[in-house]
């Protein structure tokens, strides 16, 4: 039973080949590129009440993922999570709960699809106003996952 293991976030993984696992680790490790690629060059000044509302809304993810338990057939990759995560962490949960979605795994956990689906439009959106070559290559690389066919 491999563990992956990202700082603060653990996912505890079984019943992947090792194929299987060397895929979602890719597919992760692009993932938490990307997201900080976009924190680092779309950080957005924002007055106090939406960095109140951004902050409730991820430490209140963040809790939802906390033990969440991801299942597809015979295969199943739990989040363990540190006492504190750090808002970095907690932006690449949403990405994290989102490709974990679209490759299958499904769980019986709720979480707020939409966001996650406007935040990923607007990275688009702004790397093509700004001709962002190292994020749209990321983000084309997940749109071969369907995370814009919505």
């Given amino acids: 039973m491999p563990l992956l293991d990202y700082g603060e976030v653990k996912l505890e993984v079984n019943g992947l ?29 924002m ?9 409730d809304y991820l430490d209140q993810f963040t809790e939802n993922m906390r033990d969440a338990v991801f299942k597809k057939g015979n295969s199943t990759i739990k989040v363990i999570l540190e006492e504190w995560v750090t808002l970095p962490n907690q932006r690449r949960l949403i990405g994290l709960w989102y490709l974990l979605d679209r490759l299958g795994y499904k769980t019986d956990r709720q979480a707020d ?38």
């Fill in 17 to 45: 080949n090792e194929q299987e696992l060397k895929d979602l680790q890719q597919n992760i490790d692009k993932l938490f590129k990307l997201c900080h690629l976009v924190a680092e060059k779309y950080g957005i000044a």
């Fill in 47 to 55: 007055n106090d009440d939406e960095v109140r509302k951004i902050v």
């Fill in 113 to 150: 699809l939409e966001l996650i689906k406007q935040r990923l439009l607007e990275w688009r959106t702004k790397a093509q106003e700004r001709n962002d070559k190292d994020v749209l290559e990321l983000l084309n690389y997940f749109t071969k996952l369907g995370f814009y066919n919505f």
